[in-house]
Structure formats: C-alpha cells, structure tokens
C-alpha cells in the first residue's frame, strides 16, 4: 500500500473513495490530520495532507516526526510526496513536473531525526542519495504511461518559509545547484529513510523562484493558485497511474 502525502493544493485527493479515517498517536504527538486509508484505482491508499485538512499548519510547524511514524505504524509500502515549489531553474516555469534526485537543506530549528534521546543510540544513516531509486522510476514510468512528461532528476532546496525567499536568496540557491526551492521536503524525507520506507518527490512548480523569469518583481499569488488548480489533476493523473502499475 502506497502512501500519499498531500501538499499545498492537494489537500484531499479527487477520486480517492475513503473507507474510514483513522486517528493515529505516536510517541512523538500528533500528525497533521487522520490518516485517509481508502481506495485509488482499486488499490488502497493512505493519504494524509501535510498542512492539515484546513490547510493551517506552516511548514515549521508540521510534526513530520508524527507523520512519518504514524504512516509507518500502517505497514505502507513507500511515500509519494507531492509538494507545490519554485522554479530556480529557467527552464523548469509553471507546470513542470520534476522528480528530484537530490535535496539541500537550509531549513534550522526542525525535529529532524528520530536517533536522539538519552535510550535511543546515534545513528549516522546513508543519505547520499535521499530518494528510492525504485520509486522515482515508477513514478517516471507512471508519469510516462499517461502521457505525462516529466523532469527527472534535479535538487531540490528546502527553505524554512513560512516566507518566499529574496532574490538573492534564489541566486544563492541556484549557485548552490539547487533547481526547485520547496520548504517541506525536510525533514520529511531523512526521516523516511530513517525509517527505511522508500521516498519520492512528485513536484509541481507553481512558479518562476524569487527574482527569477516573470518573479522579477515579486511572486503572483494568483499565478500560483492558477498553476496549482490546472496542475493537480496531472499529479493526480501520475498517482492513480502509479497504483495501477503497481497492481500488473
Ligand atoms: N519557494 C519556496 N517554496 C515554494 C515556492 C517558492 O518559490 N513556491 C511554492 N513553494
């Protein structure tokens, strides 16, 4: 059973038939909602929405540690994140889909890991590479098998928000090699890896990173909101075409 965590503009997902909605605690608090346990294309999903199902919770303030504890608790057989980002790249504007293959992360004062604590040992995980290898293809292979093109591979910067960036923030980010700028891909994916579940990004870019193409000035809300709308039903697309791949 695949995982969907839903990010800012997908907040429940169209299509998905829920069969019962289940409070989870977990030794670190709680998640961000009740996970959604239901049926996608005749598979069962969970899905939860990062930012809560009224969408009010800032990146700093999402209990990733919960979320990703409690998903595990369910046996799940990996995560597709699905995150809204910025485009530092020219050619990645509004409406691109990117799977990332790398990640920066610049975001501070975030429960990161779940080794601390006075009974529990340090652990210094593998991160060179923090995404499932095997899940970005199926994703690439999901994407491709409705039509979808796809952006594969890229970094992908994680700021602290809830603020955009500066532009000269942006220029550092691209100097950096970073690609998209998103501000929830961590700790979310070392905490995935902490607990072996196989990770994916499935990002939209919602719009040009700040001081870039047509965010010169300043970042249109309004533009995001239209880039948001026309693209989920793509990402939603890709989902449902990865649980059924994964049913053949
Ligand atoms: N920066 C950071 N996070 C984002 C952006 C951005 O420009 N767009 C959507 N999420």
């Not at 995980?125 to 293809?137: A, E, M, Q, V």
Request: aromatic residues 6%.
């Amino acid at each position: 059973m695949y995982a969907v965590i839903g990010g800012s503009g997908l907040s429940q997902l169209p299509e998905f038939e829920i069969l019962r909605r289940q409070v989870q605690r977990t030794p670190y608090g709680e998640p961000s909602g009740a996970l959604l346990i239901g049926r996608l294309a005749g598979q069962e999903v969970v899905f939860l929405a990062r930012h809560g199902y009224g969408h009010t919770l800032a990146p700093h303030e999402i209990n990733y540690r919960a979320n990703l504890w409690a998903l595990n608790e369910l046996g799940i057989d990996g995560i597709v994140s699905v995150a809204s980002v910025g485009g530092i790249r020219a050619d990645l504007g509004p409406g691109t889909l990117v799977i990332p293959d790398q990640i920066i992360d610049y975001t501070h004062g975030r429960a990161l890991t779940f080794f601390e604590g006075d009974e529990v040992a340090v652990q210094h995980i593998d991160f060179t590479w923090p995404y499932d290898d095997g899940l970005r293809k199926q994703l690439i292979q999901a994407a491709d098998a409705v039509g979808e093109s796809v952006v594969q591979g890229g970094c992908y910067a994680c700021t602290q928000g809830p603020r955009l960036e500066t532009a000269a923030e942006v220029k550092r980010l691209a100097r950096d090699g970073s690609d998209i700028v998103g501000m929830t891909g961590m700790p979310e994916a070392v905490l995935a890896r902490e607990l072996e579940l196989p990770y994916a990004h499935l990002a939209l870019v919602v719009n040009h990173a700040a001081g870039t193409g047509d965010s010169q000035q300043a970042i249109s809300h309004a533009q995001i909101a239209k880039t948001v709308q026309d693209g989920m039903g793509r990402v939603m697309a890709i989902v449902k075409s990865l649980v059924q791949l994964d049913q053949q």
